[in-house]
């Protein structure tokens, strides 16, 4: 069996971009591509970093600077529905006495720099390549790119995807994979600045290194990511179509802003979800569905 020398990722997100980093530390000869022309430092939310990520990007080399960039979780609290706490504790503060590193809040975009510093700095990241088709021989795969107009080809020994749920390479190499389904539940997710400066949210759901959860009249979760100032939180709510979708921004952000409407009004006005959705500048609202694939059947995962 040959050995494979040269990789092409598709998708440049964090998954994409740490494995990038991880076979070029071995030597092998990685060229990530993008289908977006840049990456926006305002795009995604923030995330919980599990022990387990920190301790694979410890391995390949980004320990002190991903440390840097996560609020470590010590207190985990459960509010009802108007705010008031219910249930906390105090357990999460373990995990960094077991595992050497804490569960934290992290800005999506900062770990997005971080990872992609390496890979920009040798050349091989590149962006407004979205992939059109794989053609496979005894040589390797050849990839056909769209870039804006033109079409480009690149050849490399191995393929790897790691373009989210809706994968062109899982479409190109398994044809009769099945649609991603949608769960029946959408998802909004915001981010607020300067969140010490907002005197108008409920301080239990603004604490420092604290996750905060409700179950409801729909999941809610807020906790601080980074240590800028910044205030995650995300609302689930039952849907039985995801959100409807378009390039055009003034019309997306019109519908975003109907369907919150909406969404708040299962919720009671004194839940701090109301406060938080007042508080989030449009450009920091996220909405989308919550998809999920069958597992296949074919010994492939």
């Not at 091989?124 to 979205?130: D, F």
């Not at 406060?275 to 999920?292: E, I, P, S, V, W």
Request: glycine share 8%.
């Amino acid at each position: 069996m040959a050995t494979a020398r040269s990789v092409a990722i598709i998708g440049g997100g964090i998954g994409g971009l740490t494995l990038a980093n991880s076979l070029s530390q071995i030597g092998m000869s990685v060229s990530l591509y993008e289908r977006a022309p840049c990456f926006i430092p305002t795009s995604g939310a923030a995330f919980g970093l599990q022990p387990n990520g920190q301790i694979s990007l410890e391995s390949i080399g980004f320990q002190d600077q991903v440390k840097k960039i996560i609020q470590p979780f010590l207190k985990w609290q459960i509010i009802g529905d108007n705010g008031e706490l219910l249930a906390a504790s105090d357990r999460l503060s373990e995990y960094g006495q077991r595992f050497g590193y804490f569960l934290g809040g992290a800005i999506r975009s900062e770990l997005v720099d971080i990872l992609k510093e390496p890979i920009e700095k040798s050349d091989n990241l590149h962006y407004s390549h979205n992939l059109i088709n794989i053609k496979q021989d005894a040589n390797g795969v050849t990839l056909l790119f769209e870039n804006e107009d033109q079409q480009k080809s690149v050849h490399a020994d191995m393929v790897i995807g790691a373009d989210g749920i809706r994968s062109t390479v899982v479409k190109q190499i398994f044809t009769e994979t099945a649609a991603p389904v949608h769960s029946k539940e959408n998802i909004f997710y915001g981010i607020i600045d300067n969140i010490d400066q907002q005197t108008s949210i409920n301080p239990l759901v603004t604490a420092k290194n604290t996750m905060t959860q409700y179950f409801g009249f729909g999941e809610f979760i807020t906790y601080r990511a980074g240590h800028k100032g910044q205030l995650m939180w995300a609302v689930t709510y039952p849907s039985m179509a995801p959100p409807s979708t378009s390039e055009d921004f003034e019309w997306t952000e019109i519908n975003n802003q109907r369907d919150l409407n909406q969404c708040l009004k299962r919720f009671p006005q004194s839940h701090p979800f109301h406060q938080c959705a007042a508080a989030t500048d449009k450009t920091r609202l996220l909405h989308f569905g919550l998809f999920y694939r069958q597992p296949r059947n074919d010994g492939w995962h």
